[in-house]
């Protein structure tokens, strides 16, 4: 019988260690993570770019009086994969969802959204990522809730999926939505 030396597994072994770690970070309920410096001021500027035939995303339309799901994300990011139908089921709910597509390919991108469905009013363009830096975002997907008046008020680091949505994303959107039909 042929034996299996230590070194043909260790490596697997160690990147499937790895890997779970990863996946695991982005999904486990993190209370570590940095906040935002956005929260209670106005929202930056967006680009002007946008997707081909999409509505392009204004900072007037942060500022119209309702308020507004912003999420970072790119064709070619798995959790933003992960979290689409959370966003598509956001938009059919009645939700203002806008998509701020960055570091990605046009092609890519529009190909995506109409292979899986838009959940986008509008979006904007970021090719480079110059938005996402001014806006803070470190990876996709990161989600902002702005109000009417174009105040950020959360910001969601990660996909829209799991404990973590349930425990502080939806939570900080019924608030948000409350307040703004208490205005």
Same mark, same amino acid.
């Given at each position: 019988?042929?034996?299996?030396?230590?070194?043909?597994?260790?490596?697997?072994?160690?990147?499937?260690?790895?890997?779970?770690?990863?996946?695991?970070?982005?999904?486990?309920?993190?209370?570590? /993570?940095?906040?935002?410096?956005?929260? +209670? $001021?106005? %929202?930056?500027?967006?680009? #002007?770019? =946008?997707? *081909?035939?999409?509505?392009?995303?204004?900072?007037?339309?942060?500022?119209?009086?309702?308020?507004?799901?912003?999420?970072?994300?790119?064709?070619?990011?798995?959790?933003?994969?992960?979290?689409?139908?959370?966003?598509?089921?956001?938009?059919?709910?009645?939700?203002?969802?806008?998509?701020?597509?960055?570091?990605?390919?046009?092609?890519?991108?529009?190909?995506?959204?109409?292979?899986?469905?838009?959940?986008?009013? /509008?979006?904007?363009?970021?090719?480079? +990522? $110059?938005? %996402?830096?001014?806006?803070? #975002?470190? =990876?996709? *997907?990161?989600?902002?809730?702005?109000?009417?008046?174009?105040?950020?008020?959360?910001?969601?680091?990660?996909?829209?999926?799991?404990?973590?949505?349930?425990?502080?994303?939806?939570?900080?959107?019924?608030?948000?939505?409350?307040?703004?039909?208490?205005?």
């Amino acid at each position: 019988m042929a034996r299996l030396s230590p070194l043909v597994i260790l490596p697997p072994a160690i990147f499937a260690a790895i890997a779970g770690l990863f996946l695991g970070g982005m999904v486990v309920n993190r209370d570590d /993570a940095l906040p935002s410096t956005l929260i +209670g $001021r106005a %929202a930056p500027p967006l680009p #002007v770019e =946008a997707l *081909p035939g999409k509505p392009a995303l204004t900072d007037e339309m942060l500022r119209s009086g309702e308020l507004t799901i912003v999420n970072f994300w790119a064709s070619w990011c798995p959790p933003c994969r992960l979290e689409h139908p959370t966003l598509m089921a956001l938009a059919a709910e009645g939700y203002r969802v806008a998509g701020v597509n960055f570091r990605d390919e046009e092609p890519a991108a529009q190909g995506y959204l109409e292979d899986e469905g838009d959940p986008f009013f /509008a979006s904007a363009f970021d090719p480079r +990522g $110059r938005t %996402a830096v001014d806006w803070g #975002v470190t =990876a996709p *997907p990161e989600t902002f809730l702005v109000d009417g008046e174009g105040e950020v008020l959360f910001r969601f680091v990660g996909p829209l999926i799991g404990a973590a949505y349930e425990q502080q994303f939806l939570p900080a959107l019924e608030e948000a939505s409350a307040g703004m039909a208490a205005e």
